[in-house]
């Protein structure tokens, strides 16, 4: 398969690579080569010609909430634990219900899918059926997602807690029903450390080592929240050992969201290749948790993800996403000057190549050996002219919605 059009992509978070007017050869699902001129060995019938369009890589959400979906913009005054008790809940205990899911994750799905987000990591609830049905969606549509079985066995309504038995017993036939699947995988997902006992942490953390399968939660989200994990693990050294003791941070692939209050010594535990922390700063602004020091992050080698947290994100779109880091981070440069101020390409490097490489080492970039994930960006108004193709990308970024994205490909295939 050949494309052409303006390819662009960031192969360092130092600058945009970009490729005027150029083919893009696809084999094996795969960039075969970027090149200026057709090669002799191909037609220019076989060529899908984008013109002047853009053809970049597609999105990853690296933290995201699929039963949350339909709450997006509600009950943003709290903060965190407030927010939880008071609305986010109540909505997930209704995925009890199958119907209830039919209602919501065609709508999940389908705008993920129309924001490019074509990749992306996903809390379901409890319920075993619908998180299945939600897999199974993403599946139809041609998707690549983690999709994880959420536990949590206290500190909630009935209604959304079960033994830690059951919990258990969930998580293994969640990943036993997934395990021939190559583009839905399962990711075990305990909510975090407050929702979870030590029975059903420790179970959790010996399932992920014996069967391989990666990790997510959130980690030092919010100040009280840190306070009350300190209360209910006082052996625990800090928030990020009580991850650690139960082996669900550390051992296999695990993401952690936000990240924000972590000290020296954590950081220094957590910087290792298996580990992600995942910025989402819409959402922590929305719910006044804190800024990550992204810039401190990066230079420190640490791997850090980008993802929407909706619904304490309020945006499906990851170029929102993408915008809010680069702000978050002017903020705290424009308040101290010890911290630098973000690239706009290194956040774009972080949403793309970095989100990517928890798929692997060969996702989230479009240069030559990587798996070609791509959206064709056309935005062919008259105040785009005389722009060059990085300005029309950034202002794809700022300011581009779904109507913009006129291609999807995910694996070398347009879905
Ligand atoms: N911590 C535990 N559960 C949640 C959640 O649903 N959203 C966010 N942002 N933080 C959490
Ligand atoms: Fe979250």
């Given at each position: 398969m050949v494309l052409r059009g303006h390819i662009i992509y960031t192969s360092t978070p130092e600058a945009y690579t970009v490729h005027e007017n150029s083919y893009i050869i696809i084999e094996d699902n795969k960039v075969k080569g970027i090149y200026k001129a057709l090669p002799?060995?191909?037609?220019?019938?076989?060529v899908i010609d984008y013109e002047d369009r853009l053809i970049v890589p597609s999105f990853i959400d690296l933290h995201v909430h699929a039963p949350q979906y339909s709450q997006?913009?509600?009950?943003?005054?709290?903060q965190l634990i407030n927010w939880l008790n008071q609305y986010t809940f109540e909505l997930e205990?209704?995925?009890?219900d199958l119907s209830y899911a039919k209602e919501v994750y065609p709508a999940f799905v389908q705008s993920l899918y129309d924001h490019g987000s074509l990749r992306s990591s996903i809390f379901g609830t409890i319920h075993d059926e619908s998180n299945l049905y939600l897999s199974e969606l993403i599946m139809k549509k041609g998707m690549s997602a983690f999709v994880g079985k959420v536990n949590m066995d206290r500190h909630a309504p009935d209604t959304l807690t079960e033994s830690a038995q059951q919990s258990l017993e969930g998580t293994k036939a969640f990943i036993g029903a997934l395990?021939?699947?190559?583009l839905v995988k399962p990711i075990i997902t305990p909510r975090f450390a407050p929702s979870c006992s030590d029975e059903l942490m420790t179970s959790l953390g010996q399932l992920s080592i014996e069967k391989h399968v990666p990790v997510q939660s959130h980690l030092s989200e919010n100040k009280d929240e840190i306070k009350w994990v300190k209360a209910l693990f006082p052996l625990a050294k800090d928030y990020t050992d009580v991850y650690e003791m139960f082996n669900l941070l550390g051992k296999e692939k695990t993401l952690m969201a936000h990240g924000i209050y972590l000290d020296e010594d954590e950081l220094a535990r957590i910087n290792k290749p298996q580990n992600f922390l995942v910025h989402c700063p819409i959402s922590n602004m929305n719910i006044a948790s804190g800024v990550m020091p992204v810039a401190k992050y990066m230079d420190m080698g640490i791997q850090v993800g980008l993802g929407s947290d909706v619904a304490g994100g309020h945006e499906m779109g990851m170029n929102k996403s993408i915008v809010a880091a680069i702000q978050c981070g002017n903020i705290l440069y424009s308040q101290e000057k010890s911290h630098r101020r973000l690239l706009e390409s290194e956040v774009v490097y972080i949403a793309t190549k970095l989100n990517g490489r928890f798929f692997g080492e060969d996702v989230g970039s479009l240069e030559p050996g990587f798996i070609f994930d791509a959206l064709v960006i056309e935005?062919?108004?008259?105040?785009?002219?005389?722009?060059?193709p990085i300005e029309r990308y950034q202002k794809f970024l700022y300011g581009g919605e779904p109507s913009h994205i006129i291609a999807r490909y995910l694996e070398g295939n347009a879905i």
């Open positions: 002799e060995a191909y037609s220019t019938e076989e997006r913009g509600i009950g943003l005054h709290l205990s209704k995925f009890a395990e021939k699947e190559t935005d062919k108004d008259s105040l785009s002219k005389g722009l060059s």
